[in-house]
């Protein structure tokens, strides 16, 4: 499985960003997938996660009520809707597929890594 996600850019605090991750693979439908983020010159954080069906969603704390995971198995397709963006929201952020229906939060859970895209809330 080979992941790229993409949607990031330059926005001002409180509005809104699509981050979207397009997979290549047959079985992407039966794995789960998480994003997570890297905040300039901090550790690797865990952000939101949904699994192999989209029945399930998983989100960190900082972003529960205002980012929304989605997925579209027939398009290969998983979507990050951020809503009210902080600028505690910088980073670069980077999807990722597990091998298993149902997602984790630590990044050594999953199996498949993309590029990442920056996010960059700023005034």
């Known amino acids: 499985v080979q992941l790229q996600a993409s949607g990031g850019g330059l926005v001002q605090p409180g509005v809104s960003l699509r981050l979207s991750c397009a997979a290549s693979?047959?079985?992407?439908?039966?794995?789960?997938v998480g994003w997570f983020r890297q905040p300039p010159g901090k550790e690797r954080e865990f952000v939101a996660a949904?699994?192999?069906?989209?029945?399930?969603?998983y989100y960190a704390d900082s972003v529960k009520g205002r980012f929304t995971i989605s997925r579209d198995n027939a398009k290969k397709m998983v979507y990050l809707q951020m809503n009210s963006l902080k600028p505690e929201d910088t980073a670069v952020y980077h999807c990722?597929?597990?091998?298993?229906?149902?997602?984790?939060?630590?990044?050594?859970?999953?199996?498949?890594w993309g590029w990442g895209t920056q996010v960059t809330v700023s005034s």
């Open positions: 990722a597929a597990r091998r298993r229906f149902y997602s984790g939060t630590a990044g050594d859970e999953y199996d498949y």
């Open positions: 693979g047959r079985t992407f439908s039966n794995y789960a």
């Open positions: 949904i699994s192999w069906n989209g029945g399930s969603t």
